[in-house]
């Protein structure tokens, strides 16, 4: 059964940059077509897509986030990671790993998550 | 960009009940649309792929339709454990997956 764990600091100072881990078990990173995606939710609120990234390091991201993020894999590990600079309260969420599914002609589906990890942007 | 919303963004609803929910596209995005179920404090759960399509494990009292711009997303019968908040989400507008604001369904 694919499981997948969310890793890195819970606090990150304003300006500096946002650095969390995933690493999958139960399966290979490597093994089919599909991408590993970052998704994140403010507190409270709803969700959102950060960017999703395929093994031999081809990446989706959202055009919002677009200059401040970076995902990166390492297959070796069986890990993808995620990085935001310049932070901001407003980065303060919990963020998720997931499975981006392959659908027809491009990812399509998140399944399964991870539990999440709460990072706060704080000094 | 295409927006997402979602009808209603809260309901009550008693044990039983038939519960549907809508969300609606901003233009056209085929059958590429998925539903899933966050529960407090825990992860989304994906339930319904494809708008129609039933993630394996997921209980039959599940169910969604639509294509184009408007679908609907159905719990033919409420239990206590499908308290939580539900969320569309489309795949068509590449290269931005988007989600739906959320429905927060609860005990009347």
């Known amino acids: 059964q694919l499981q997948l764990q969310e890793s890195g600091p819970g606090l990150v100072k304003p300006s500096e940059t946002l650095s969390l881990t995933c690493t999958v078990s139960g399966g290979s990173i490597d093994l089919n077509i599909d991408y590993w995606g970052w998704i994140r939710q403010p507190p409270g609120k709803g969700l959102e897509w950060i960017g999703s990234i395929y093994y031999s390091g081809s990446t989706y991201y959202n055009p919002s986030l677009n200059s401040r993020v970076s995902i990166s894999v390492d297959t070796s590990k069986n890990q993808f990671s995620l990085k935001l600079t310049s932070v901001t309260a407003a980065d303060t969420a919990v963020y998720y790993c997931?499975?981006?599914?392959?659908?027809?002609?491009?990812?399509?589906?998140?399944?399964?998550w991870g539990q999440g990890a709460l990072v706060i942007v704080s000094s | 960009d295409i927006q997402m919303t979602q009808s209603p963004s809260s309901l009550s609803a008693s044990v039983g009940d038939r519960v549907t929910i809508t969300c609606q596209a901003s233009q056209d995005i085929g059958k590429y649309l998925n539903w899933y179920q966050q529960k407090p404090g825990k992860a989304p759960k994906l339930l319904i792929f494809?708008?129609?399509n039933l993630q394996i494990g997921v209980p039959s009292r599940f169910s969604g339709s639509g294509s184009g711009t408007d679908f609907t997303f159905t719990i033919s019968s409420l239990q206590p454990e499908d308290i939580a908040t539900y969320y569309c989400q489309q795949y068509d507008n590449l290269p931005l997956f988007t989600f739906g604001p959320g429905t927060k369904v609860d005990f009347k």
């Open positions: 997931a499975r981006h599914v392959y659908g027809d002609y491009a990812p399509a589906r998140f399944d399964p």
């Open positions: 494809d708008a129609s």
